[in-house]
């Protein structure tokens, strides 16, 4: 099969590799009918991510058909179209069972990896390093998915790939960065950062009854994205002092909510080498760290701070005292995926939401390469990058 393998920094190349194989009797290989590339691939293309290998397939938003199922499977049979979540559970350890499915104690075959970095392991992750399972990506023809009758979200409706795609990645994470923080009538929700996690906060922030929602970013294109078709209050932070124009929105309060989705794309992937890419980031570009510190100091007393973001080690001046003694509370962690999809399709069959707003670019996966490039590099106003096989 034809699949999109990483061959070092900025490097990625489609490739024929050999077809998945079932490797267990719970697994099931899907053909894939579209995928995409997620801000959080950016880090893998960059080479930023220990433990991805030279040949490793990428990819973790993909959707398709079944092709086969493993003898155990009961839930989902050959010919059904289903969304893939993008972190693997086990639906039968401790953390899946409390629906914190990206806490899967199963699904990581390499967590002494991940245990080193934070104390313990996240779930495993389609296409992203060893440390985090080593599991081909869905940026391919066929991909195999194991616990099959877990891993999936049967699409039986008439909504396109490009409509339900992201219930397995980016609008669960949107979704659930505003739903942690438990809106209230009245609140008034800031999200910084406008890529597509940005995005789906803030239309979730609308779903779950803000009163009014405040974008902030530096690109016009985003911007005017976030107002035209999240209403949201544009900030440009560039031009403007945040804090105090988020003071002059709210009475002088501050916002209830502070969303920090500048991970441009959000589930917390591990990145070891993250406070180094700060560093460099420093006087350069929008850095990270600005954008959580900047969220906690103009959250309003007694407010919430949620973190889809990507974060993977130490930061620096991280202000705690203002967390502290303003009685913040602070969100955070990789999307519960199977938590929140099957609702959020609901949703979008009953035409609340149409998730394909954001899709700016649509190529074959054989221009892959390209779109990493274009995706990268924010060029001709990119912000998401849909692959068909
Ligand atoms: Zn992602
Ligand atoms: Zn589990």
């Not at 990581?108 to 104390?119: D, V, W, Y």
């Not at 974060?311 to 999307?335: E, R, S």
Request: charged share 25%.
């Amino acid at each position: 099969m034809k699949a999109l393998r990483y061959h070092g920094a900025r490097d990625v190349r489609v490739e024929t590799v050999p077809d998945p194989q079932l490797a267990d009797a719970r697994d099931m290989i899907v053909k894939v009918t579209a995928c995409a590339i997620c801000g959080s691939d950016l880090h893998l293309y960059d080479g930023l991510i220990p433990t991805l290998q030279k040949g490793d397939v990428l990819g973790h938003e993909f959707m398709g058909e079944v092709l086969e199922v493993g003898r155990e499977v009961r839930d989902v049979q050959k010919g059904d179209r289903v969304v893939v979540p993008f972190n693997i559970g086990c639906g039968d350890c401790f953390f899946c069972k409390r629906q914190l499915w990206s806490l899967c104690d199963r699904s990581n075959p390499n967590a002494a990896l991940a245990t080193k970095q934070f104390g313990a392991a996240p779930a495993g992750l389609f296409g992203y390093s060893h440390m985090f399972g080593g599991y081909p990506g869905g940026q391919a023809e066929y991909v195999r998915v194991p616990f099959a009758d877990i891993n999936h979200f049967k699409v039986e409706t008439d909504l396109s790939d490009e409509q339900v795609l992201f219930i397995g990645d980016i609008f669960a994470t949107g979704f659930m960065a505003v739903d942690v923080c438990d809106v209230q009538e009245g609140d008034v929700v800031a999200v910084w950062g406008c890529g597509p996690v940005g995005l789906f906060a803030l239309k979730s922030a609308h779903m779950l009854g803000a009163k009014r929602v405040i974008a902030i970013d530096r690109f016009p294109e985003r911007l005017e994205l976030a107002r035209t078709k999240c209403d949201a209050t544009p900030i440009d932070y560039e031009k403007s002092d945040v804090i105090e124009v988020l003071k002059e929105l709210t009475s002088g309060r501050g916002p209830d909510i502070c969303i920090d989705a500048v991970g441009m794309e959000a589930h917390g992937h591990g990145l070891e080498f993250w406070y180094d890419r700060v560093k460099q980031a420093v006087g350069l570009q929008a850095d990270r760290p600005t954008a959580l510190r900047q969220a906690v100091m103009a959250c309003r007393k007694g407010g919430t701070v949620s973190v889809p973001g990507v974060y993977g080690g130490p930061i620096d001046h991280f202000p705690f005292g203002a967390a502290f003694n303003k009685g913040l509370t602070l969100k955070m962690g990789q999307t519960h995926t199977h938590r929140y999809a099957p609702a959020l399709l609901q949703r979008i069959a009953a035409g609340e939401i149409d998730p394909s707003f954001i899709i700016t670019h649509r190529l074959h996966l054989e221009e892959a390469p390209k779109g990493y490039d274009i995706f990268q590099h924010k060029k001709e106003g990119c912000i998401k990058v849909v692959l068909r096989p």
